[in-house]
């Protein structure tokens, strides 16, 4: 089961230059400087774990220090305890739960909530925190869809929401979220996510954002001599 754990220059301020170094270990000093590594102090990665989550593959990466665990019970390393058991089904509650604690992370500026099957590079991360710091309006930054009338017959129906493996936002956008959104069934948490926004925000008021997915990498990652199954565990 996946839990729920971001072109180029110009619109999104992120310079071109791919660095072997984006993913683990520091930002390589050619790329980002250290007035930039700095801004992610203000960042927090809302990471939704299971029992099958090996958080020993994040703590070595760039994302290990600004990794925030959401979990079904107090453990080590816990950043947010929902205090229920999970399941694929459940999700969604899961999601409510990460929703409702951000909203006291008044220290951070930018979130990002990522699968425990993904990856996203540092320089692109740090790229779209340059150009959204202190942004004016609420901003939600994934690969969007609306959901589907058929799946979703309530408050649901139509809301835009972002891919699960990744989505960028900020303090604004958590402000307003309606962490107590009502709704039917068990949808998928993504969808709830996305419900939260347009209820609490307001579609007009919310900059959506695509993201790149050149710089985001889901249940693989290749690149030159290496490839990573992100999910070899069958039941993800």
């Given at each position: 089961m996946a839990t729920s754990l971001l072109f180029a220059a110009?619109?999104?301020?992120?310079?071109?230059a791919y660095t072997d170094a984006g993913i683990f270990?520091?930002?390589?000093?050619?790329?980002?400087?250290?007035?930039?590594?700095?801004?992610l102090d203000k960042l927090a990665v809302i990471f939704p774990v299971n029992n099958n989550t090996d958080m020993q593959f994040y703590q070595n990466t760039w994302l290990r220090n600004y990794l925030y665990p959401v979990c079904d019970w107090p453990g080590p390393g816990c950043k947010i305890v929902c205090n229920r058991t999970s399941t694929y089904r459940s999700l969604h509650k899961k999601t409510k739960c990460f929703a409702q604690a951000i909203k006291q992370f008044e220290d951070k500026e930018l979130f990002i909530k990522l699968d425990d099957d993904a990856l996203v590079d540092i320089d692109?991360?740090?790229?779209?925190?340059?150009?959204?710091q202190g942004y004016h309006k609420p901003v939600y930054i994934s690969d969007h869809e609306r959901t589907q009338p058929r799946n979703f017959p309530d408050s649901?129906?139509?809301?835009m929401y972002g891919n699960g493996k990744f989505y960028m936002f900020n303090r604004k956008l958590v402000q307003c979220l309606d962490t107590d959104i009502k709704?039917?069934?068990?949808?998928?948490?993504?969808?709830?996510?996305?419900?939260?926004?347009?209820?609490?925000?307001?579609?007009?008021?919310?900059?959506?954002?695509?993201?790149d997915d050149r710089w985001i990498w889901h249940k693989e990652y290749t690149n030159k001599n290496k490839h990573i199954d992100l999910s070899f565990i069958k039941n993800h």
């Open positions: 110009g619109r999104y301020g992120y310079w071109q270990g520091k930002p390589p000093s050619h790329s980002s400087t250290g007035a930039e590594y700095a801004m692109y991360v740090i790229g779209l925190i340059k150009k959204y649901l129906n139509g809301v709704y039917r069934g068990s949808p998928n948490e993504d969808s709830v996510f996305g419900g939260m926004v347009s209820n609490g925000c307001g579609e007009d008021n919310v900059e959506y954002v695509k993201e």
